[in-house]
Protein backbone atom coordinates (compact mmCIF):
# COMPACT_ATOMS: atom_id res chain seq x y z
CA UNK A 1 0.00 0.00 0.00
CA UNK A 2 1.54 3.50 -1.10
CA UNK A 3 0.13 6.76 0.87
CA UNK A 4 -0.87 9.66 -1.04
CA UNK A 5 -0.26 12.73 1.45
CA UNK A 6 -1.64 16.23 2.26
CA UNK A 7 -2.22 19.26 -0.32
CA UNK A 8 -3.68 21.84 -1.15
CA UNK A 9 -7.02 21.94 -3.21
CA UNK A 10 -5.71 23.90 -6.27
CA UNK A 11 -3.11 21.26 -6.87
CA UNK A 12 -4.09 18.81 -9.72
CA UNK A 13 -3.57 14.78 -8.72
CA UNK A 14 -2.94 13.00 -11.19
CA UNK A 15 -4.85 9.89 -11.15
CA UNK A 16 -1.56 7.76 -12.58
CA UNK A 17 0.02 4.56 -10.45
CA UNK A 18 2.97 5.15 -9.10
CA UNK A 19 3.71 1.34 -9.78
CA UNK A 20 2.78 0.53 -13.24
CA UNK A 21 1.68 4.08 -14.90
CA UNK A 22 -1.75 3.13 -15.40
CA UNK A 23 -4.79 4.95 -14.04
CA UNK A 24 -5.96 4.19 -10.88
CA UNK A 25 -10.08 4.58 -9.48
CA UNK A 26 -11.66 5.30 -6.17
CA UNK A 27 -11.50 2.47 -3.61
CA UNK A 28 -13.46 3.54 -1.09
CA UNK A 29 -12.63 5.68 2.27
CA UNK A 30 -11.22 4.85 5.80
CA UNK A 31 -11.13 6.36 9.29
CA UNK A 32 -7.34 7.98 9.80
CA UNK A 33 -6.96 9.95 13.05
CA UNK A 34 -4.49 12.93 13.90
CA UNK A 35 -3.56 13.58 17.29
CA UNK A 36 -3.03 17.60 17.10
CA UNK A 37 -3.96 18.88 20.82
CA UNK A 38 -6.46 16.32 21.11
CA UNK A 39 -7.46 13.39 18.34
CA UNK A 40 -9.23 14.11 15.26
CA UNK A 41 -10.60 11.77 13.16
CA UNK A 42 -10.82 11.89 9.29
CA UNK A 43 -12.11 9.74 6.52
CA UNK A 44 -9.43 9.59 3.85
CA UNK A 45 -9.99 8.48 0.31
CA UNK A 46 -8.48 5.09 -1.17
CA UNK A 47 -7.21 4.42 -4.46
CA UNK A 48 -7.15 1.31 -6.15
CA UNK A 49 -5.15 0.11 -9.50
CA UNK A 50 -6.79 -2.54 -11.37
CA UNK A 51 -3.55 -3.18 -13.31
CA UNK A 52 -1.13 -4.15 -10.59
CA UNK A 53 -3.38 -3.99 -7.50
CA UNK A 54 -1.79 -1.52 -5.61
CA UNK A 55 -4.03 0.69 -3.26
CA UNK A 56 -2.90 4.37 -2.27
CA UNK A 57 -4.34 6.44 0.37
CA UNK A 58 -4.98 10.26 -0.22
CA UNK A 59 -3.80 11.75 3.17
CA UNK A 60 -5.29 15.55 4.44
CA UNK A 61 -2.76 18.29 4.49
CA UNK A 62 -1.72 17.55 8.21
CA UNK A 63 -0.61 14.31 7.82
CA UNK A 64 2.54 12.43 7.00
CA UNK A 65 2.63 9.30 5.88
CA UNK A 66 3.17 6.55 9.38
CA UNK A 67 2.66 9.02 11.65
CA UNK A 68 -0.27 9.58 14.04
CA UNK A 69 0.34 13.55 15.16
CA UNK A 70 -0.11 16.49 13.06
CA UNK A 71 2.49 17.08 10.29
CA UNK A 72 3.43 20.73 11.30
CA UNK A 73 3.60 19.44 15.17
CA UNK A 74 6.78 17.21 14.19
CA UNK A 75 7.96 20.11 11.58
CA UNK A 76 8.37 22.40 14.56
CA UNK A 77 10.04 19.76 16.83
CA UNK A 78 12.31 18.91 13.90
CA UNK A 79 13.04 22.70 13.24
CA UNK A 80 13.49 23.13 17.19
CA UNK A 81 16.26 20.30 17.26
CA UNK A 82 17.72 21.62 14.18
CA UNK A 83 17.61 25.65 15.28
CA UNK A 84 17.83 26.06 19.27
CA UNK A 85 16.80 29.60 18.74
CA UNK A 86 13.24 28.35 16.93
CA UNK A 87 10.30 28.74 18.70
CA UNK A 88 9.63 26.83 21.31
CA UNK A 89 6.75 23.67 19.47
CA UNK A 90 3.77 23.15 21.16
CA UNK A 91 3.15 19.58 20.91
CA UNK A 92 1.34 17.22 22.82
CA UNK A 93 3.80 13.96 21.99
CA UNK A 94 5.01 12.31 25.28
CA UNK A 95 9.14 13.18 25.53
CA UNK A 96 9.82 9.62 24.52
CA UNK A 97 8.07 10.16 20.81
CA UNK A 98 10.11 13.37 20.22
CA UNK A 99 13.11 12.34 21.30
CA UNK A 100 12.08 9.18 18.51
CA UNK A 101 11.35 11.71 16.12
CA UNK A 102 15.07 13.53 16.82
CA UNK A 103 16.65 10.12 16.21
CA UNK A 104 15.16 9.42 13.03
CA UNK A 105 13.97 11.90 10.78
CA UNK A 106 18.06 13.57 10.59
CA UNK A 107 18.54 10.54 7.85
CA UNK A 108 15.02 10.52 6.40
CA UNK A 109 15.49 14.50 6.26
CA UNK A 110 18.73 14.67 4.26
CA UNK A 111 18.16 12.14 2.12
CA UNK A 112 14.68 13.95 1.52
CA UNK A 113 16.41 17.47 0.76
CA UNK A 114 18.57 15.70 -1.31
CA UNK A 115 15.97 14.22 -3.61
CA UNK A 116 14.48 17.18 -3.87
CA UNK A 117 17.29 19.48 -4.62
CA UNK A 118 18.56 17.25 -7.54
CA UNK A 119 14.65 17.37 -8.58
CA UNK A 120 14.61 21.11 -8.21
CA UNK A 121 17.51 20.96 -10.07
CA UNK A 122 19.77 23.18 -7.54
CA UNK A 123 23.53 23.95 -7.41
CA UNK A 124 23.28 24.63 -3.64
CA UNK A 125 26.03 25.49 -1.06
CA UNK A 126 28.02 22.36 -0.02
CA UNK A 127 25.28 19.72 2.27
CA UNK A 128 26.76 20.33 5.27
CA UNK A 129 27.06 23.96 4.91
CA UNK A 130 23.01 24.36 5.52
CA UNK A 131 20.37 22.30 7.59
CA UNK A 132 18.32 19.33 5.87
CA UNK A 133 15.29 21.15 6.67
CA UNK A 134 16.14 24.20 5.44
CA UNK A 135 17.00 23.15 2.30
CA UNK A 136 13.81 20.68 1.90
CA UNK A 137 12.61 24.43 2.03
CA UNK A 138 14.75 25.70 -0.32
CA UNK A 139 13.79 22.94 -3.27
CA UNK A 140 10.42 23.32 -2.74
CA UNK A 141 10.13 27.31 -3.12
CA UNK A 142 11.63 26.35 -6.32
CA UNK A 143 9.08 23.21 -7.52
CA UNK A 144 6.00 24.96 -6.12
CA UNK A 145 4.68 27.40 -3.35
CA UNK A 146 2.75 25.65 -0.55
CA UNK A 147 -0.03 27.59 0.91
CA UNK A 148 1.01 29.35 3.83
CA UNK A 149 -0.69 27.53 6.26
CA UNK A 150 0.22 24.26 5.35
CA UNK A 151 2.81 21.78 6.35
CA UNK A 152 6.22 22.41 4.36
CA UNK A 153 7.43 18.91 5.64
CA UNK A 154 4.16 16.93 4.01
CA UNK A 155 4.64 18.92 1.11
CA UNK A 156 7.95 17.60 0.86
CA UNK A 157 6.57 13.90 1.09
CA UNK A 158 4.33 14.48 -2.31
CA UNK A 159 7.38 15.55 -4.37
CA UNK A 160 9.74 13.08 -3.13
CA UNK A 161 8.62 10.40 -6.32
CA UNK A 162 11.09 7.73 -3.88
CA UNK A 163 7.82 7.55 -1.51
CA UNK A 164 5.13 7.72 -3.07
CA UNK A 165 2.91 10.37 -1.98
CA UNK A 166 0.01 12.19 -3.21
CA UNK A 167 -0.99 15.56 -2.25
CA UNK A 168 -5.12 16.06 -3.54
Known sequence: ??????????????????????KFHKHGKRRRHV???????????RFHCSSCGETFTLLQPNMLPFKHYAAPDI????QKHEDPSAVEPVCAAEESTIYRWR???????????????SLAKTK???????RPLQRIYNALKLLVHPPPDSSR???AFFWDMSHPVCIG
Do not use: G, H
Open 1 to 22: MSILTPSASNFPMSRICFSCNS
Open 35 to 45: IELAKVWYFVQ
Open 75 to 78: EQVL
Open 103 to 117: REYPAILRDLASRLT
Open 124 to 130: EVPILKT
Open 153 to 155: LAW
